[in-house]
């Protein structure tokens, strides 16, 4: 009989305690949820609820707070929350000195106790973060990902089923490029039950619909004081659960990229297909020629971002 599966999520906060409840909620595999030495009391209050909560829900995996990483050794999937969110007023490139610096401690740790394991990035200026995660684990490519083009996707799907007043599962829509304020809402491949969402939409509701998924997590943020996490949880157990049971889902990942979409060295929202091997392919599609410069535009800004963060 095969081995029970083991996540560990970096990052016992928002994100972190979502992340454990809907993978123990899953059944995916025995959850690992890590914080800092301050923090572990959080981590393991967080984790002892969930385990009691499957008493009551009816599933039953070990779930363990630590700060210790030898904890998390052999580790299937590991899921990086750790840092600051966005405050109100904040970008998310302003989070970048302070979050590159935990990012670069977390991947030095995962490099020492699971290098084979299969590494999914949330942290926020998220291109600059598994990026940097890439580099310093030398990690194999396919097996460091980043979240952020499912859950700026599943916004988008959002507003345009409010707006066409239809099922929000009949909308199929993909956002592309960097995570921030020049990501690219692809209408050309959007899609209401296979009919172009041209035809149902105006173009200038469209338009609306663009900007407010751009200014989504911003909108979140405005409301609440914090970043969203019920739903960036649930994109990044998606990615995981594609890679843990090989589901081969076509979905837009930050992924590394060498070549594909004119891009060199660098990660980006891209359609991918996840499934056992990790990003097992890079999807290159036909863009509009606007859509081609929307995302080279995002591109150039990922691009400086990263290098901001290669000066820090
Ligand atoms: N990619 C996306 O689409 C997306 C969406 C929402 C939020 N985010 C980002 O995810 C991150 C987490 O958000 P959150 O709301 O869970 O924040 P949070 O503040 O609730 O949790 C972050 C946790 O990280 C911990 N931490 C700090 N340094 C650490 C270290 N060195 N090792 C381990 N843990 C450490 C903190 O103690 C805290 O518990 C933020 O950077 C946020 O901007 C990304």
């Given at each position: 009989?095969?081995?029970?599966?083991?996540?560990?999520?970096?990052?016992?906060?928002?994100?972190?305690?979502?992340?454990?409840?809907q993978?123990?909620?899953l059944?995916?595999g025995d959850v690992?949820?890590?914080?800092?030495?301050?923090?572990?009391?959080?981590?393991?209050?967080k984790?002892?609820?969930?385990e009691?909560?499957?008493?009551?829900?009816?599933?039953?995996?070990?779930?363990?707070?630590?700060?210790s990483?030898?904890?998390?050794?052999?580790?299937?999937?590991?899921?990086?929350?750790?840092?600051v969110p966005?405050?109100?007023?904040?970008?998310?490139?302003?989070?970048?000195?302070?979050?590159?610096?935990?990012?670069r401690?977390?991947?030095e740790?995962l490099?020492?106790?699971?290098?084979?394991?299969?590494?999914?990035?949330?942290?926020?200026?998220l291109?600059?973060?598994?990026?940097?995660?890439k580099?310093?684990?030398?990690?194999?490519?396919?097996?460091?990902?980043g979240m952020?083009?499912i859950l700026d996707s599943a916004r988008?799907q959002?507003?345009?089923?409010?707006?066409?007043?239809?099922?929000m599962?009949?909308?199929?829509?993909?956002v592309?490029?960097?995570?921030?304020e020049?990501?690219?809402?692809?209408l050309?491949y959007?899609?209401?039950?296979?009919i172009?969402?041209?035809?149902?939409i105006?173009?200038?509701?469209?338009?609306?619909?663009?900007?407010?998924?751009?200014e989504?997590?911003a909108?979140?943020?405005?409301?609440m004081?914090?970043?969203?996490f019920?739903?960036?949880?649930?994109?990044a157990?998606?990615?995981?659960?594609?890679?843990?049971?090989?589901?081969?889902?076509?979905?837009?990942?930050?992924a590394y990229l060498?070549g594909?979409?004119?891009c060199?060295d660098?990660?980006?929202?891209?359609?991918?297909?996840?499934g056992?091997n990790?990003?097992?392919?890079i999807?290159i599609?036909?863009?509009d020629a606007t859509?081609?410069q929307?995302?080279?535009?995002?591109?150039?800004?990922?691009r400086?971002?990263i290098?901001?963060?290669?000066?820090?």
């Open positions: 009989m095969a081995a029970r599966k083991k996540l560990a999520m970096i990052g016992a906060g928002n994100i972190g305690g979502e992340l454990a409840a993978a123990a909620r059944e995916l690992y949820l890590f914080d800092i030495p301050d923090k572990v009391g959080v981590a393991q209050g984790a002892l609820d969930l009691q909560r499957g008493s009551i829900l009816g599933y039953d995996v070990n779930i363990r707070g630590t700060s990483w030898e904890d998390l050794a052999g580790s299937d999937v590991v899921i990086v929350t750790a840092g966005r405050r109100p007023g904040m970008s998310r490139d302003d989070l970048l000195s302070i979050n590159l610096k935990i990012v401690d977390i991947a740790n490099k020492r106790v699971c290098p084979e394991t299969f590494v999914i990035v949330v942290s926020n200026p291109d600059a973060m598994v990026h940097e995660m580099k310093v684990t030398g990690f194999p490519s396919p097996k460091v990902v952020a083009g988008f959002l507003f345009l089923a409010r707006e066409a007043n239809v099922a599962t009949d909308v199929r829509a993909m592309l490029g960097g995570h921030g020049t990501m690219v809402p692809v050309s959007c899609t209401i039950n296979g172009p969402v041209r035809q149902l105006t173009q200038d509701r469209l338009q609306a619909i663009i900007e407010r998924t751009r989504g997590g909108e979140v943020v405005k409301l004081g914090s970043s969203a019920y739903a960036p949880a649930a994109a157990i998606q990615m995981a659960r594609s890679y843990l049971f090989d589901e081969k889902r076509l979905l837009p990942c930050a060498d594909e979409y004119g060199h660098l990660y980006m929202g891209v359609p991918v297909v996840i056992a990790g990003v097992e392919k999807v599609i036909e863009l859509e081609k929307m995302l080279r535009n995002s591109a150039a800004a990922v400086e971002l290098e901001a963060g290669q000066r820090l």
